[in-house]
């Protein structure tokens, strides 16, 4: 048994490397939040760097990883982009809630943002993004055989 809170599995994979690459890297990035959170009410100023990095890091890659996929939907012509890009949105909109709450002095909001970015994530993953990923891989296999 792993200590991380997310392990990837293969059960994760959508089948396209560059997009599984980006998940796994968030995967790091909310595991390295969940390891900061033991630190998070310290009073010591290098540790709350460490952690404020870490929220930052999370926020930087996963709004990075969006527009990743979002250009890939544009690319095919995704039939679904906009349902997805507003999953994308909403998901974002909870994320700068959620950090302007702990910012406010909220501690909890922290441990119900890692629940959240762990929850949402993996159930992105194994829904939204794998029926994506099918269509385009379809729309690539049609380009290879104009």
Known sequence: MSDRYIVWED?????????????????????????????????DEKLKEV??????????YVSYHFSCEEKIMNAIKYDKIIPHSSYHR??????YKYVQSYEDGSLKAIDDLVKYLKDWFLNHILVTDKKFVAEVKEALKKLSQQ
């Open 51 to 60: 952690f404020k990095n870490a929220l930052k890091k999370t926020v930087d």
């Open 90 to 95: 909403e998901f974002t909109n909870t994320i």
């Open 11 to 43: 059960k994760y994979k959508t089948g396209y490397k560059r997009i599984d690459d980006q998940h796994k890297e968030l995967i790091e990035i909310i595991n390295d939040l969940y390891d900061c959170m033991e630190n998070r009410d310290s009073e």
